[in-house]
């Protein structure tokens, strides 16, 4: 069922509490490694001149890729983002566990996450390839809804179990840009550290997708910003 067909068979006041949180996701599309700074799924970084490829702070081991994305093409949909970067976040995939349990790489901030804003400069190289990478070679629009328990109140608490299971097939799972976060345990963007406002969600990575590394027992993880402070990059996930 599509969206629209679905919201047109509600009752007349749940659709129309609904149509206006209607957004818009961006699944990526895959395709072989271009290399230089491009918009990438693992594999290996691309470098700025002067820049390292980040250890983790945990085991001292370099860091996985896990996305490369450029600023240019998103900034209308990103308020804060500035022209002319590439978002990179890496992840420590060494271990099989440690990391994960002793850094707490479940929390937005962690000692074993590093998300950073590089600038595209001209030169540069390429960094270690920690896992098999993956060029994004388009975008797929795809139209959904708040995961339910994002709901606004009263409309959550309304909401009978039918339509409930129902929406939640109209947040995506899987890799994407922007649109509705589809949660495993209810909604956790992260605040600021700088000025404590409320993240705004950037990208999704779910459990061995693009991205071949599984997150707890199949866990999905979400990449936030800040709007006033976008060099601040959390990046959290939860299971079931
Ligand atoms: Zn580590
Ligand atoms: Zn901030």
Not at 53 to 75: N, V, W, Y
Not at 77 to 87: K, N, R, Y
Not at 196 to 207: H, R, T
């Amino acid at each position: 069922m599509s969206l629209n067909a679905f919201l047109n068979a509600l009752s007349p006041e749940l659709s129309a509490a609904l149509r206006p949180l209607v957004r818009t996701t961006q699944i990526p599309v895959l395709g072989p490694v271009l290399g230089g700074p491009t918009d990438q799924l693992a594999g290996a970084p691309w470098l700025p001149a002067g820049t390292e490829h980040p250890a983790c702070a945990c085991c001292g081991k370099p860091l996985a890729l896990f996305l490369q994305l450029r600023t240019d093409p998103i900034l209308a949909a990103f308020p804060g983002l500035e022209a002319g970067l590439l978002v990179q976040l890496f992840y420590c995939i060494d271990g099989d566990g440690p990391c994960e349990v002793e850094a707490e790489t479940w929390e937005a901030f962690n000692t074993s996450t590093v998300g950073r804003i590089v600038p595209i400069t001209e030169g540069g190289g390429s960094g270690q390839a920690r896992l098999p990478g993956q060029s994004i070679v388009g975008w797929q629009p795809a139209h959904e809804l708040p995961d339910p328990e994002e709901l606004p109140s009263p409309l959550r608490e309304d909401l009978d179990g039918d339509t409930w299971m129902a929406l939640g097939e109209f947040c995506h799972d899987g890799d994407k840009l922007g649109g509705w976060p589809a949660w495993v345990q209810g909604p956790e963007l992260p605040s600021c550290r700088k000025c404590g406002s409320k993240m705004l969600f950037l990208f999704q990575v779910d459990s061995n997708c693009g991205v071949d590394h599984m997150f707890g027992d199949v866990g999905t993880a979400h990449l936030s910003y800040c709007e006033k402070h976008p060099e601040e990059l959390g990046f959290g996930w939860a299971c079931g």
